[in-house]
């Protein structure tokens, strides 16, 4: 059982909390994830890590509450446990060797986003923060990342925040200007993350995305999580879950992400388990 230190909420759909798991926040570096488990009749659920602190054991997750498992986890409290928290998985981004670079986060992808600017942000690279959200009241994380980021640009939707527009029109406006990026790292919905990566083969600037697609195990055996990258099926757990997203095949990863909505609006509205018995409520 792992113990929920700390919760805070973001805004009205996400939440961060900090879960006791000294071996994991050891480990776990930029890029990396964890399943976790509600209960024992819970469906296993990869998070990005967020952050750890190891002097504390506490390791960092963010979660915007759109289905039956993200909703049971947000009614938890401080002081609440859950079952099962394993990592850390997948492998960690490669952060090295880069003078300069745009990391573009969409939504809650800017809380995966975040650890990775941050580790550019100590290791002296000069870093550009390109967010994006549907409205003011959805910024997320605003305050940690103008305390990292060299230039840090947040774009709505709406405008209701007075910059309106998408991360590609800022991003397309830096690199007009003149910025010279040694690499971008886009991390948010698959249709965001598409668009940038064909605005930087444009200019011709390395591109890096995360690929959060349905996943079981997170250990590569079970191949829920292919993506198709270069041509070549890759599992997401074990090869990623970050890629060259000139090479990623987005159209499919979409097509993919899209096969279990009808399971997953029944399952909301009845918390029906087709594994054994009725989800606990």
């Known amino acids: 059982m792992y113990k929920i230190a700390k919760k805070r909420v973001l805004n009205s759909q996400v939440k961060l909390m900090e879960i006791e798991a000294p071996l994991v926040a050891n480990k776990a570096l930029p890029g990396q994830f964890i399943i976790f488990r509600v209960d024992k009749q819970g469906e296993r659920v990869p998070l990005t890590v967020?952050?750890?602190n190891k002097?504390?054991?506490?390791?960092?997750?963010?979660?915007?509450?759109?289905?039956?498992?993200?909703k049971k986890l947000g009614a938890l409290n401080e002081g609440d446990y859950i079952e099962d928290f394993v990592g850390p998985l997948g492998t960690a981004s490669h952060l090295g060797g880069y003078k300069k670079v745009a990391v573009i986060g969409g939504g809650l992808g800017l809380a995966i986003a975040y650890p990775q600017a941050k580790a550019l942000h100590d290791q002296?690279?000069?870093?550009?923060?390109?967010?994006?959200?549907?409205?003011?009241?959805?910024?997320?994380?605003?305050?940690?990342?103008e305390a990292i980021a060299d230039k840090a640009i947040f774009m709505t939707d709406d405008g209701s925040n007075g910059n309106k527009g998408l991360v590609t029109d800022a991003l397309r406006k830096l690199i007009e200007s003149g910025e010279e990026y040694d690499a971008v790292i886009a991390i948010g919905p698959l249709i965001m993350m598409k668009f940038v990566c064909l605005l930087t083969k444009e200019f011709g600037i390395k591109t890096l995305?995360?690929?959060?697609?349905?996943?079981?195990?997170?250990?590569?055996?079970?191949?829920?999580?292919?993506?198709?990258?270069?041509?070549?099926?890759?599992?997401?757990?074990?090869?990623?879950?970050?890629?060259?997203?000139?090479?990623?095949?987005?159209?499919?990863?979409?097509?993919?992400?899209?096969?279990?909505?009808?399971?997953?609006?029944?399952?909301?509205?009845?918390?029906?388990?087709?594994?054994?018995?009725?989800?606990?409520?």
């Open 50 to 52: 967020a952050g750890v």
């Open 124 to 145: 002296g690279t000069t870093v550009h923060v390109i967010s994006g959200f549907r409205s003011e009241d959805l910024i997320l994380l605003k305050e940690e990342v």
């Open 55 to 70: 002097e504390t054991g506490t390791v960092t997750i963010i979660f915007q509450e759109i289905g039956y498992t993200t």
């Open 209 to 281: 995305v995360s690929m959060n697609p349905i996943m079981v195990d997170g250990t590569g055996m079970c191949g829920a999580c292919r993506v198709t990258v270069g041509g070549v099926t890759k599992f997401a757990c074990v090869d990623g879950p970050d890629f060259d997203g000139h090479l990623v095949d987005f159209d499919e990863a979409m097509k993919r992400q899209a096969l279990y909505k009808n399971q997953e609006q029944e399952k909301m509205m009845t918390g029906d388990c087709k594994l054994g018995g009725v989800l606990d409520a």
